[in-house]
């Protein structure tokens, strides 16, 4: 079984900055890759970032790259996203998963419970 617990949500001002933490419960967490994806109220569920297993390769969405960073320790079993010039426009609940890596989030086996990012203009 594998549990994934977001934080680092919060309230910020456009153009500030926020870090995420995804911690992952389990052994194999150095086995799955590992994406962010939010979902804002009203719209569907949206792939933002995602890291390879090894941490060798990430893959972020048109909206967010160059502002987002996506990383992993595996020692820690944790994985990052951290988030620059944030707008309005980012403001959603941010959930990490552990699957395939890939940008369909039905190539996810695990999820969190989610953490809610406020950005206001």
């Known amino acids: 079984q594998v549990q994934l617990v977001e934080s680092g949500g919060g309230l910020v001002q456009a153009g500030g900055s926020l870090r995420l933490s995804c911690a992952v419960s389990?052994?194999?967490?150095?086995?799955?890759?590992m994406g962010w994806f939010r979902q804002a109220p009203g719209k569907e569920r949206e792939f933002v970032a995602a890291i390879s297993w090894r941490g060798g390769s990430t893959y972020y969405a048109a909206s967010v790259k160059g502002r987002f960073t996506i990383s992993r320790d595996n020692a820690k079993n944790t994985v990052y996203l951290q988030m620059n010039s944030l707008k309005p426009e980012d403001t959603a609940v941010y959930y990490c998963?552990?699957?395939?890596?890939?940008?369909?989030?039905?190539?996810?086996?695990?999820w969190g419970q989610g953490t809610q990012v406020t950005v206001s203009s």
């Open positions: 998963a552990a699957g395939s890596g890939a940008v369909d989030p039905y190539k996810y086996s695990y």
């Open positions: 389990g052994r194999t967490f150095s086995s799955y890759a």
